[in-house]
């Protein structure tokens, strides 16, 4: 039988097969052995060793397209950031942060933009304008009106999707829209954990049906960057690669040095100028903490 681990506790894997259920597992010790670690998002063949029980052993990881090591997860296909229009406001500097570390793990991005039963045409007309620019999908949504969302369902159909964003922008209210029966079996899998209840801190699949998942993780929110240095800072704001080339000095760090290309395209508001202010924030924030 085929599934896909859902979340991972103590040593037990709770493995999703389509049309069946929640199976609690453990992995045979041959993984121990070879030093191989079963990951939230693996897709496995499991033995089931009791169906009214639902428990199961697994005895093959399938083959992973993707595995990311911050969180550890395999086979995630893309990300969903989502924020607020308003109550609470965007923090920008937040936001590029996150799409920053979407951008080093490589994953394809959309950004979501919920509460626009509350936002104004100009507010939102001021966040297409920043963030449309750098090359990433940007969807409006209400997710107590039930607006947008169907977009969001065909975007996710079929993937699995890491969702990130900071707290009291909907998150929860996003994932029981879009899956009904999310905390029937959210309930079931807790049922099933009790030895873990009181661990917050890991990761966790949410079946949507048709083949499509979707992540609530707390490793996407740990958003220092400490394995980014201020000369790479560029590589990961989008909109800048079609400039770099053409600055004046190779290296340029788009600060104080003339005949920048990027800073020009600021002023001609080709580059959005909140993107850039955060970028000089993070780089000096970068610079600093390279001192200590």
Not at 92 to 111: A, G, V
Not at 161 to 173: C, F, I, N, Y
Request: proline share 4%; glycine share 8%.
């Amino acid at each position: 039988m085929v599934g896909k681990i859902m979340k991972g506790i103590a040593g037990f894997y709770y493995v999703h097969v389509e049309g069946r259920g929640v199976y609690e597992c453990k992995a045979k010790g041959i993984f121990r052995k070879e030093g191989i670690k079963p990951l939230v998002g693996d897709n496995v063949e499991m033995d089931v060793l009791d169906d009214a029980e639902m428990l199961g052993n697994i005895r093959e990881i399938l083959p992973r397209k993707s595995a990311l090591l911050r969180p550890a997860v395999a086979n995630v296909d893309q990300a969903l950031i989502l924020f607020a229009i308003v109550k609470p406001n965007p923090n920008f500097n937040l936001l590029d942060r996150f799409l920053i570390r979407m951008e080093q793990q490589k994953l394809p991005t959309i950004i979501c933009f919920n509460k626009e039963d509350i936002a104004s045409p100009e507010e939102k007309a001021a966040l297409c304008k920043s963030y449309e620019t750098c090359g990433y999908q940007v969807l409006f949504i209400s997710v107590l009106e039930n607006r947008g969302l169907d977009q969001v369902r065909e975007l996710l159909a079929g993937k699995t999707t890491a969702l990130a964003g900071p707290s009291g922008v909907g998150k929860s209210s996003l994932i029981n829209q879009l899956s009904p029966a999310t905390q029937m079996e959210t309930g079931e899998i807790s049922e099933k954990i009790k030895r873990g209840r009181h661990t917050t801190r890991h990761s966790e699949i949410i079946a949507l049906g048709d083949g499509t998942y979707i992540m609530d993780t707390p490793g996407f929110t740990s958003l220092d960057m400490p394995d980014i240095t201020k000369e790479e800072l560029g590589g990961y704001y989008l909109e800048f690669r079609a400039y770099e080339p053409y600055c004046k000095f190779r290296g340029c760090s788009h600060l104080s040095e003339p005949d920048c290309k990027v800073k020009e395209a600021v002023e001609a508001g080709k580059i959005s100028r909140v993107r850039y202010e955060n970028y000089t924030v993070l780089y000096r924030e970068l610079k600093e903490s390279r001192r200590y």
